[in-house]
Nanobody, 121 residues
Framework: QVQLVESGGGLVPPGGSLRLSCAAS????????MGWYRQAPGKQRELVAS???????NYADSVKGRFTISRDNAKNTVYLQMNSLKSEDTAVYYC???????????????WGQGTQVTVSS
């Protein structure tokens, strides 16, 4: 059983910073891409940032220059450093990891439980 556990959300004033973490546990062979998504009330879930197994990154235009995604393969963990936060960044943030459980298996997507980020004064 593979499980993703997120941490790091909370309430922060505009201009503040937060760091989200998402660690995978369980038995699996490898983790391919990792990413962060968010969903604001009344809106669809959107991709915030992603990182490949080789370290290539991709960001939504709305967060470029403010957010940084990184990964620690030894800890099976993906991070999202969020700086210069704005009220429009308020959402539930979900991590996603594309995990191959078996050596020759097809990778599956796994999701974290979500963590609330609220940017407000």
């Amino acid at each position: 059983q593979v499980q993703l556990v997120e941490s790091g959300g909370g309430l922060v004033p505009p201009g503040g910073s937060l760091r989200l973490s998402c660690a995978a546990s369980g038995r699996f062979f490898s983790i391919l891409a990792m990413g962060w998504y968010r969903q604001a009330p009344g809106k669809q879930r959107e991709l915030v940032a992603s990182i490949t197994g080789g370290g290539s990154t991709n960001y939504a235009d709305s967060v470029k220059g403010r957010f940084t995604i990184s990964r620690d393969n030894a800890k099976n963990t993906v991070y999202l450093q969020m700086n210069s936060l704005k009220s429009e960044d308020t959402a539930v943030y979900y991590c996603n990891q594309n995990i191959r459980r078996l050596t020759w298996g097809i990778p599956d997507d796994y999701w974290g439980q979500g963590t609330q980020v609220t940017v407000s004064s």
